[in-house]
Every structure is written in C-alpha cells, then in structure tokens.
C-alpha cells in the first residue's frame, strides 16, 4: 500500500466524519428524534424540548462538542455511574499516553525509519507504507537504541500514569461506597445452595440457620422463587399491561403529541402502578411468615437474608459457612435494580460445569470464526490472492482506484459486519454462564468480547496475513517473537485502514446511532406505534470497551516499530473522548453499575498489551542484531510484569471485596443519626422478584382495576365489565396444587390479557 | 537392556535390601542406637529399654513389620499428626491403584505387547525390554482398544479412590479441629504491615485499632519484637547453656549409662528450666502495659492479636481490613510451636517481591541442574555416547558386566547423589520466602523440590534420553504428545531401573539411617559428646512426598505403555508402606503440623499424572495410527479435568479455611461448660518468642542459677562464684538506649556464657 492509497482512504473517511458529525448536529435538533438522542435525560430528568420550528435546528452546529468537553468528571459519576467514569478514564489515559507516544515516535523515530537505509527516495505520495517502519532500518544499524529508549519510555510512563489511574479509580470506588445514600445490597447477601430438607420448608430452614448462626445481626430473610408456568403467563401480563397503558394514553393525548414523553409519566396509569408497589410493600413486610410457607419445597433454591449492619453482611459473605463449600454459598448481593432474576435459582451446583461450558463453548467460537476472518485478510495481500484466484487477476489488473479501494477499505468493512454478530454471541455465553445481576454479566461478556477482539483481530490478522499458507503457526512458541517482530510491521498497513474504518465510522455511527433513528422513524411513521420512554438503553460497555482497549493494544505494538500508526490513532481517542461522554450524559441509561469493575479489566490488557510490545521489540532487536537493545528489553519485561504485580497486590483486592473499616464507620454514623431504623424499614421492600402483581390479595384485583380506569380522564369503563371474576373456581383441577399467592397472580395476570383483548377488539 | 541385565539389577538390589532390613531389625535392638531408632519414642513416651546383653539382639527378625502394620490410623494420629497420616494415605492410595494396574496390564496387556508384532522371540532372558512395552504393538492393530479400556479404567478408578481419600482427608482436617483440645491458634491472629506512627508506640496502635473495629471481641495484643543484637547473644547463650547442662549432667551420670536418656528428662536442670517457664508466663499476663511500651517503633512490624472466640478471629483473618490491602494484613496465625519467629519481623511489603525472586531463583536452579542430569543420561545410551567419545568405546567393548553395570545402575546412583542437593536448596529457598511458619516453609519446600523432581526425573530423562543431539525439545508444543508417546516407552528401562535404585535402595537408607547411625557413633564414641534428647529430627515431608509421587508419576505414565515396571513398584510402595509407618512411629517427632494440607499437592499431582498419561496414550494411539483409540481417549482427559475441578469446587475450600459453623459450635460448647476463661487465660502464655530468657527480673537470675545447682545431686557449687554480679553498672555507654527488658536477657545471657568458660577450664 502506498502513501497515496492511504490517504484516498484517510480522505474518505474524514469526509464520512465530518458529514455524520454535522448531520448529528443537525439530527438531534429535531424533535422527533429528541428519544433517539437524549434517551437519558428524558427517562431521568423530564426534560422538556421545545417543539418550534425555526431555521437554527437546520444549522450544523458545534455546542454539543463544547458541552461534551465541559462536563466535569463529578458530572458524569451523578448521571452516568462509576463505568462511565472508568470508560472516560480509559480513554483518558489513552489519550495521554498516546500523544507522549505519538510526539516521541513521530518525530523521534520516523526520521530514523525513513532514512534508515541507504536507498533512493521516491516522492513521498508513491512511497509505500513499509518504509516507515522499522523493516526499513537496516541491519545492526547503530540507531537501534533510539527504538529502545523509545521503548522504556512509552512502558514507564504508561506504567505512571496506569498507577494514578488505578488508584483515582479505587478511591472513586471507596467513595462510591461510602457517600451514596444507604444502599439496601450492602445489607444484603445472596445465599445459594440452601439444602433441602423433607420437614421444614425452605423459609425455615433459612430461617433456623441464620437465626442459630448470625443471631446477633440476622434481620430476616426473603426467599427466591424458581420461575414457572405462572411467572411466564405473567411477563406475557406485564407486556400486555403496557401496551395497554399506551393504547389509553394514545387517547388521552391525542391533541398534545409534542409532550407525549411526559403524559406517560405523570398520566394516570403509572399512579395506578405506584399504587400497587406500595401495595406490594405493605403485604412483604412478614414475608417469612406469609407467603413463603406455602411454596413448595422444590421451588427454593435462593434466598436474600438481610443484616442489621453493613459489616454482619460482610462476614457472612466472606466466610465458609459449612463443611460442605457448595452449600449455603453466600456473596453480596448486587443492588435491587441489577438483579437478573432468572438466574437466581440455577442451582448453585450446576454453575461451575455451566461456567466451563461457556468457556468451552467461547473458545470453539473464537477457533470457527477464523475462517471468515483468514479469508478476508487475504483480500489485504492482493498478490497472494491473485496467484490463489487467477481469474481475479484480469478484473483487479485493469481497475487502478477498484484495487485501491479493494486493499484500503473493503477487507476491514467486511470484518466489521462479521464482527456485529460476536457482542450478542458472547452476551448469550454470558447469560448461560448463570450470572446473578445484569452488571456481572456485561462484564463478563466484556471479557469474552475483548478476548475475542484481541485474538480474531490482531492475532489472527498479524499471523495469517503473513504466512497465508501456513497454518501451522501456533507450532514453535520460542519463535513466536521472531514471527510477530516480521509479521507486525508489515501488518501496520491493514492496521491503520482499520483505525481509519472501523475506528473513526464505528465512533460516527455511534454518535449517529443510525440503527436508533431509522427505528424511531419506523415506529412513529410506518408503525404509527406511541413512543416508549420506558425503553432506553443501556450503555453497551461488552463491545465500547474491548474496542478502545484493542485500539491501545494496536497503538503500543505499532508505536516504535510503525509511528504513523499514532496521528490517526490520537485523533480516534480525541474524538471517542468527545463522542462517548456525549452519548454517556445524553443517551444512555444507567440501570446497573459494577461499580469500576471495567477497570482492573483495562489495566490488565495495557499491561499485556505493554508486555506483547516489548516481546515484539526483543524479537525485532533480535532480527536486526542489536544485542544490545535486545539485551536492554529484557529487564524492562520483567519490571513491567513487577508492577502489574505490584498493583495487584496493592490496588486489586479493594475491587474485589469492600474494607471492613469504612463499613464499619457507616454503621457506626448511621446507628449515631439514628438513620438505621429508617434504612432497616425500607429493606423490607428492596427486593422485589415479581414487582408490579406480588401477593395482591383477591379481594383488592377489582380495586385496582378500577383505580387504572379512574385515572384516565377519558377512560372507557368497559375494564369493568371484561375483568374476570376474581372469585373464580379454584377448585379447578388445573389449578390444583398451586400455592394461593401464585394464583393470585396468575387470576391478576389473567384479568389484564382478558380485559386488553376485549379493548382491542372494541377499539 | 536386556531381561537378564534387569534381573541382575534387581537381584543386587533385592540382595541389599534384605541385607539392610535384617541390619536393621538387629540394629535396632542395641541400645547404643536407640536414639536413632526411637527418638520420637524417647522423647515423647520416655520410654525405658533395657540395656542387658541377650543374644536375641543380635538375630534379625521380623516383629517391627507386623507392628508397623498392625497400628491404627488413630494411632498415627495420635502419635505422628495429621500430616503423617496424609502421607499414609498416599501411600494406601497408590498401593491400591497399582494393584489394580498391575493385575491389569500385567495380565491384559503385556501378553498383548509382547506378541503385537509378528516376529520371532528369543528365550525371555535375552529378551529385550522394548519387546514388552507398546512399542512393539504393530501400527494399526486391531488389539490398541484395549490399551485404550485398560486407560479407562485405570483412569476411573483412580479419580474414585482420589475423591474417597479427599473426602476422608477433608473429615479428619474437621475432626482435628473440632476434638482437638483447644488450640490457641483459633483464637489467634497474626497481624502484619501496622502502619507507623510517630506519636503512638506500635502497641498503642494496634491496641486502638482493634478496639475500635473488633471490639466486642478483641482480647489483648502481643507485640512480635524484631530479633536484633541482643537476640544473636541470646542464641549464643542458650547454645551455651545447653552445652553446660550436658556438662553438668555428664557428671551425675557417669555410672548409669544405659539410662541416660531418662536422666535428661528427670534431672536437675531440666526442672529448673521449667521454673524458668513459668515465671515467664507469670511475667507475660500484661504484655501490653509494661514491656512493649519500652521497645522502640522501628522494631515493629508484627503483632499476635488474640480473640474471644474463634469465630471473631476467623472473620478478623478472612475479611480486608482497610482501604490498604498491605496495611493491617490478618491472617489465621500458625500454632505456637509452629510460629517460625526469625521471619515475622519481615516487612510485609516485600513478601511479594521475595516470593517472585525465590519462584525465579527456583526455576532458575531446575534448568541450571539440566546439565550434568543430562550428561548423564546419556551413560544409558552406550552406543551414543560411544559414538560421541569414540575413546570410551575400547574400554566398554572389552568388559560385558562394565556395560551392564554402566548402564544398569551407574547413571541412577549418580543421579541419586545430585538430587540429595536438592532439597537443602529448595528449602533455603522458601526460608527466603518468608513464611511464618515451620509448616508451611516445609510445604513450599515441598512443593518445590516436587517440580524440580518431576522436571527434571521425567522430563528431561524422556526428552534428553531420546533426542541427546537435539535440545530444541520444547520448541512445538503440538508435537509434544507425539514426542513423549516416542519416548516414553523407550525410556521404560531407565524408569524401571530407577524404582530399584532410587526407591528400593532409598527406602533401606530411609529405614537404616545411616547418616544418623554414623553421627550417633562419632558423637557416642570419638568425640565422646553425651547424647543429646532434645534434637530428634522431624519428618522429611519435603523430600519423601515429592519421592513418592513421583514413583505414582512413573507408574501411571508407563502402567499401559511399558506394564513390567508396575510390580517392582509396587514392591516399592508396599516395602515403603511398612518403612515409613515404622518411621513414624518411632523415629520422627512432630513438633508441627500443616492440619492435611499436602494431600491436595498430591491430589493435583495424580491429575496432573493422569492427564499426562492420557496424552501420551493419545500420541501412542496417534502414532499406532488407531483413531478409535485416539478419539476416545479425548473425552477421558475432559472428564478427569471435570472430576478435578469438582474437587476444588467441593472439597478444596475447606483445606483453606474453617467452616464457620464448626467454629461457632466450638465456642458455644466451651462457653456452655465455662471453659473459656481458662482458655483466655491460657492465651497469655501461649506465644512466647523469647521462650526462655523472657522477662525474668533481675533479682532472680541469681535464684535460678542456685537452682540449678540444687537439682543435681553431685552438683559442685563453683556456678555461683564465676555468676556476674546482677546489679552491675547499666549505666555504662555501649548500653545506654537498650530497653530494660532486653538489659535483663542480656545479663542473663552473659552470666551464662561466663560461667560456662570458667566451668570449661576448671574440668
């Protein structure tokens, strides 16, 4: 690839930007697209837009980028959580330790590169790629120990400005902890592998065991259902139940369509819906007692036991509670609104084989995706592919710009499309993998995305592009530097185009959110469906993260063997810094929070990434016969892998449990203010696993019926008439066997189905 | 190797063997040797042998075996500890899968082995040893599946004897525990990395900080001082010490010689070294009023901090204590015999950084021992080394039994030499590590030399011996099955001939003590020294579990390929089975104890021999070209890895920690029968670090001096001339600074050494 294609690629991509980036400015001025844009803010803030039209809305504008840019950090952690603080700080830290790099490299070592042998000059436009690399300086060339002192320069500072980053973050954390308003999870311990017992149920038994064990701070405990038949009748209830709520507000606001976002929330159905969670609160206050009696015993696999003091939860979480580890399994639990209740009661015994199974099942993924992907890289090296395919040779030999854009652009599109399927592969691994909140989950398919990305991307990319014929790479593991050090300054081509294209598209397409506008357009002009403000995203971190992180990875590997990998690499951090804290404050939602657990995820890949850099660097050195240099990058191995674990020891425990002083402290402050009784108070409705139909007695379905139709200011009183009688048979032989809190639910389930199908029809 | 050269290799050692056993049984009836033979006896029972000339002493027999085998496990138990019943139950472990084996393969597979090719056998003893290992099976065989079976099977019952033995191993831990009268240890915690400051002493710190977040359980503290100047006179002075009582009571016994080991345990100065005891105890109840507050900050980096319950101390050990994971470290502390005090003083936070260097320094020594194991690996492969030093080949050529000799037993008995280096290095090694206790310094040693052996016994002995001229053996990892399934069967002979030297011929020196008996001599009758009851060495486990297994290794590696080792191995385990309960029993004293924590280095280790058998069947089957036997080899290696990890999910946690329950059960019962402020009280005096030279005022020094002399019968009365003057001049410079505390032991030490030399010239 020559310097000339390169920048027919780079233009074509800076035009792509600058016109995605204007069409936004102009995009989120409109107010029809107001949820596609600031999904946040409406769900979170009420924020109202005016609906006016005036010629500034069609004006592309450059505020966005100001108010992104301003936005304090305390800013973010209020209105997008400790992960969109994470998020920025890893873009921060790429952003600073890449325009150390990038001054250093470009100026330092470009020049030595460029005239690094003895051979006559083109003009700039036509020269290829390669001789900007480190292939071109030649062989024990005494300039060698620039590259090595370029080296220890990027790891140390790196490793500097890692360790601020790892402690800033961990003191966020312990803040996080500390200041919040008294979170009912640190109260909490999810208990897993309650064993069964044939005379008591598993309330009691739950009961008995904390009660003997943790007398002194045992509060009470809720038990967990296994969800059935009747849970599922339910979610197809609560789907039912909002579309219903949309087709009475469609009524309501028939004249006013600009402030639709708002009717939902002040409108009438959801005090009905407030109502009922009160509801639902009166009726758990003696759960043990009630409810959980009449379960059967094989339902119960889970329970949340609540403690009086933050640090009893503590303790029962960290310790082995019985002789046998599987049993009564105590963690933390995650806080009230990341619960993924459908996992909750997997039996505790089959999580190891399901967590191997992932693992298994993720690996043979990452192995059969190769194929596509050798494939493609083979479209980068044209001549091996012509030689391969010879009827290729006549199309490509005649076009000049069809194998420029062939080589420059059409192999990483291609990659990306494929890789738009992995995010939800891996995120369905995740789940199986029996995860107890939504936020360990994301995690987790982080990690499965980033070890994807980094091994299907560079590896693959680097190994196969090379040595197209030979499969057998993975072979000689003492050559493994020798083969990266040939393989990865000339892959630095294919690198930079897919900085260009995936990179900086990917980010203006995120910024765009192309998939978001055109359903918005669909349901409100085709579908002619009501806007939900219910539904806002999440911020996707399982696929932003490994992105950034490989795009950090790409820039160490390149940065002394092929700078000019950097100025396109700055700009890409530059402009996520910018587009990502737009998008974190304006549309996305904060559900879960894992509370900076993405952290110690990027801190590992920059050390491996550092590490892999200077392995490539030695086995550079190696080749070109620099003993000196090469003898020089080891010690700065061993030094780096010496502070990862340094930091391990220092900083990573305090990711993976709490300090017990700090708790300590808040139990004492909030015993002192007399807060505690308040706070035990509202544990007793901080977990509730079916929130909007729990233990609603018989009597009171008809009440509440009647409650949603009297809110409605125009509502039809036909509810009344369709609702099913709530003293209904229950002897039918269906029926039988099922405990009275479950059929309440179900009657209450059966009721919203009835009464909605009949509305349909009469509408 | 010929059949012949094995039988005359195995007749030699069987020779040596009887010769060594029936030396024994008659050594161990003399009385001179009853120190060696019996010193855990002697020290523990004081047990009285009599010292009358009968000629049945000088006729071997065979009563030690059948009380050797007659003994209970409750009596290993009880006598030994739970570590030699581990061991105990390797040995049973493996006595009982290679029976299973060698009834298998014996009978299965080698008839299959030896007519697996169609060529024409010679008579048995001319036979050669290749003939009956696998690789003499022809490529394609229709007979491979039952190798394949044999593997099954082996495989299978082996992860069901592991999962018994774990389990029972598991409930003898608990037992341990829970029936064991109570051990201060539970109520203990070790502290480490206090934060210094310049306003409190590091008493008052750590005083503060557990009452304020351990209040409602925390008891008293107990400073750990760090061993200075004073403490290297101390040592001095308690060797000297010693030598004065052998002195003393050399005199008193002059006429009853046979009865001088009673002597030492009734007589004079060891009660007045008890009274010592005592008044330290009496001196210790308020450790943290008086003399912590004398020592100076610097020498404070640990602290014993003792508990109510065990419960408390337990939750204090498991949970982090602050935001600083290097500051307020608890762990559970070791026992108080157990307590290594020459290390606590270490700063906590080098520990990491001295872990890595001793792991580096470790692997570093494993492949700097490669070269002379490889030099000699290659006297087993005459005709190589022929060809390499063409001078030898005259030399060998002219002498049949030299070559047999050179390459039936030479290389092993050399090997044997190099490797009695080993496990002095290995130990050095985790002494430098830093542990805090004998017990875990011994397991880490342990570990060590269990690598070291495996490494550099089997690896390299299969790798050098089949490709010498080739040293880039590591360099494809995917080859490495094929590679091992070439070489292992080649390197049966070896193997076999290593079990007869090494384990048969180490089991005789085990059980003849050699080196004891001749020390014994020299001491008893050239250096004239009296015997010393106090130094009874304890067990070896560093050395003997790493043999052990590494015997399994072979067997499981060879047992399908090569089924003529499995009975000489099993000779070899039987012979140790009953060498190594006598041992126990008699011989070693355990002074500490790891509560069962080397059964899991040896559970991964028969996994770890298993799946490595597995592969190499893998590559067997691969090479015989039997892809049947092949694929179905992979599902068992994928099972035995599921069973382990079923193990570490079920059983290893509790080889980690104590199950809280068990705990809490344990205080309740002690605080129901108002046991435990008699076990409070007894915490005081539990951990001493100064054990006898603590605190005693120094009115009395001269009061113990007199009492020593009082308690010896015949005793001269010069000790009180020579004492120094205990009021003497503490004012004098070189003094100034020194605590109180320490003034006393130091006085005390010198009076000692003093009285000593005066004593030495007077004689």
């Known amino acids: 690839m020559k310097i000339s294609a390169l920048l027919t690629s780079a233009g074509i991509n800076i035009g792509l930007c600058v016109l995605f980036l204007s069409l936004y400015s102009v995009l989120r001025k409109q107010p029809a697209n107001v949820r596609v844009y600031f999904g946040r803010r409406i769900a979170e803030e009420n924020e109202r837009l005016r609906g006016a039209f005036i010629l500034e809305r069609f004006v592309p504008s450059t505020g966005w ?41 470009v ?50 500072v790196a490793c500097i400005l890692l360790y601020i980053e790892y402690k800033h973050i961990a003191r966020l954390r312990l803040l996080h902890l500390t200041s919040a308003t008294p979170n009912p999870s640190h109260f909490t311990v999810l208990v897993r592998g309650i ?24 509060l009470f405990h809720q038990v967990v259902y296994k969800v059935g038949k009747v849970q599922k009748i339910m979610t197809g209830a609560k789907k039912a139940y909002k579309k219903f709520k949309h087709f009475t507000d469609e009524t309501v606001d028939q004249g006013c369509r600009s402030i639709t976002y708002r009717c939902c929330l002040c409108g009438a159905s959801s005090n009905s819906f407030k109502l009922l969670n009160t509801e639902c609160e009166q009726n758990r206050r003696k759960p043990d007692n009630e409810s959980s009696l009449n379960l059967d015993d094989e339902e119960c696999t889970a329970a949340f036991v609540f403690f009086k003091t933050r640090y009893a939860a503590l303790v029962a979480s960290e310790i082995l509670q019985t002789t046998n580890p599987m049993k009564w399994v105590a963690n933390l639990a995650p806080e009230p609104e990341d619960v993924y209740w459908s996992n909750l009661w997997l039996p505790y015994k089959q999580l190891w084989v399901r967590r191997i199974a992932t693992l298994l099942g993720s690996i043979v993924f990452m192995f059969l995706f190769l194929v596509p992907v050798t494939f493609i890289q083979g479209l980068s090296q044209l001549e091996q592919l012509q030689q391969r395919l010879p009827f290729l040779r006549g199309i490509l030999k005649k076009k000049y710009y069809m194998t420029q854009l062939v080589t420059g652009y059409l192999p990483s599109v291609i990659l990306q499309i494929f890789l738009y399927t992995v995010a939800p592969i891996m995120m369905l691994f995740s789940t199986l993998e029996g995860p107890t909140s939504h936020s360990e989950r994301k995690r987790s398919a982080c990690c499965k995305v980033l070890y994807f990305t980094i091994w299907n991307i560079f590896f693959v990319t680097v190994l196969s592009g090379t040595v197209i014929s030979q499969l057998s790479v993975l072979s000689s593991p003492k050559d493994i530097p020798i083969q990266l050090a040939r393989a990865v300054p000339g892959q630095a081509t294919f690198f930079i185009t897919y900085v260009l294209t995936s990179g900086w598209a990917s980010l203006s397409s995120e ?23 219910e539904f806002v995203p999440s911020f996707p971190y399982h696929t932003e993260v490994p992105k950034v992180l490989l795009f950090g990875l790409l820039g160490f590997t390149c940065s002394v063997l092929a700078p000019l990998i950097l100025p396109f690499l700055l700009v890409y951090f530059f402009l996520g810094y910018v587009v990502y804290r737009n998008q974190l404050l304006n549309v996305y939602r904060t559900r879960y929070d894992t509370g900076g657990l993405y952290w110690p995820i990027a801190h590992n890949t920059v050390i491996f990434s550092l590490v892999l850099t200077q392995v490539i660097g030695l086995g550079v050195f190696g080749l070109k016969e620099s003993p000196v240099a090469a003898g020089f990058t080891i010690p700065l191995i061993i030094l780096t892998l010496l502070f990862n674990q340094y930091c391990r020891n220092r900083l990573l425990p305090l990711f993976r449990t709490f300090p017990a002083q700090d708790l300590i402290d808040m139990d004492r402050e909030d015993e002192r203010s007399g807060r505690i009784d308040e706070i035990h108070h509202r544990l007793h409705s901080a977990y509730c696993q079916f929130p ?45 066997g099922l405990p009275v809190s479950r059929l309440r639910h179900a009657v209450r389930s059966i009721t919203f189905l009835i009464r909605l199908q009949k509305r349909g029809l009469s509408e």
């Not at 304090?72 to 959580?81: N, P, S, V």
């Not at 003009?123 to 290829?128: K, L, T």
């Open 692 to 736: 909007d139909t729990e233990d609603v007695p018989l009597e009171k379905i008809k009440i509440i019926g009647g409650d949603e139709e009297q809110g409605c200011s125009s509502g039809e009183s036909t509810g009344k008439d369709t609702c099913v009688d709530p003293k209904m048979d229950l002897s039918h032989p269906t029926l039988k």
């Open 65 to 105: 980028i100001v108010k992104a840019l301003q936005c304090t950090e305390e800013e973010i952690l209020a209105a997008a959580g400790l992960d969109a603080v994470v998020f920025n700080r890893i873009l921060v830290f790429s952003i600073r330790i890449f325009s150390l790099a990038a001054v250093l490299c």
């Open 107 to 156: 100026f330092g070592i470009l020049p030595l590169n460029y005239f690094g042998q003895d051979i006559k000059h083109v003009r700039i436009p036509s020269e290829s790629l390669d001789i900007f690399t480190i292939g071109n300086v030649e062989v024990r060339s005494r300039w060698l120990w620039v590259h090595c002192v370029a080296l220890y320069i990027i790891s140390g």
């Open 195 to 218: 064993p069964k017992t044939a005379k008591e149920s598993c309330s009691d038994v739950v009961d008995d065991f904390f009660t003997k064990y943790h007398s002194s701070s045992y």
């Open 511 to 533: 910024l765009m959110q192309l998939f978001g506008l055109i359903w918005n357009f669909i349901r409100k002009y085709v579908l002619r469906m009501r806007e939900d403000t």
